[in-house]
């Protein structure tokens, strides 16, 4: 099994939910970030949060901070989200045993400190598991919020980064492909998180 995996497919096709429905309680002891979709009192979708993976698994006392506000058109996004909350989390993964990047590919990727950080943890020996932007939500996220070309030039950049990398592996959910992609994380977490002395709980 390749030491990072990455799923990939259209928005709100259930990557995120596969990853933590597969890692449970360890997600708690992950390194890297999540992304969170905040919502008002009635329920409706307001906006993006940014917040430690472990949160996400249900450790207290951390807090997350929003990147997109959804209340207008077209949305707000507060870049500088990435430039602080985003690289010290990547800067502190190498002291987590393995990372979950959740997701990348996104605004996040305008931002030079963050791909700095970025580029240092898909270059290290560290195992990844996350999520990357697929190329046509790429491509909606730049009409609607305006980043320019030069975002969809980072972008890609980065999946050819990816998919260049003899340890990556993308799984696409698409279709009827969510249980195979559900295996190949499984099998992810039995690798390089399960044998490290942490069990699914």
């Known amino acids: ?43 409706s ?63 996040d990727v305008i931002i030079p400190q963050f791909r700095y950080a970025l580029d240092g943890l898909l270059a290290s020996e560290l195992p990844l598991l996350g999520v990357v932007k697929a190329r046509e939500d790429s491509d909606r996220m730049r009409q609607m919020l305006g980043p320019g070309e030069r975002y969809t030039a980072f972008a890609e950049r980065l999946w050819k980064q990816l998919q260049t990398d003899p340890e990556t592996e993308i799984i696409g959910i698409r279709g009827n492909a969510e249980q195979e992609a559900a295996g190949a994380v499984r099998e992810w977490i039995r690798e390089y998180a399960a044998l490290r002395g942490y069990t699914k709980g």
């Open 1 to 43: 099994m390749k030491r990072h995996l990455f799923l990939s497919g259209p928005a709100f096709c259930g990557k995120s939910r596969l990853l933590r429905e597969e890692l449970g309680a360890l997600l708690q002891s992950a390194g890297g970030f999540c992304t969170a979709l905040d919502r008002d009192e009635k329920g």
């Open 45 to 107: 979708l307001i906006g993006c949060s940014l917040m430690p993976a472990a949160m996400a698994g249900g450790v207290e006392g951390l807090e997350k901070e929003a990147f997109l506000d959804m209340r207008s058109f077209p949305p707000a996004h507060d870049c500088e989200v990435f430039r602080g909350l985003g690289v010290r989390l990547l800067e502190e993964a190498e002291w987590y045993p393995f990372t979950v990047l959740d997701e990348i590919g996104g605004i």
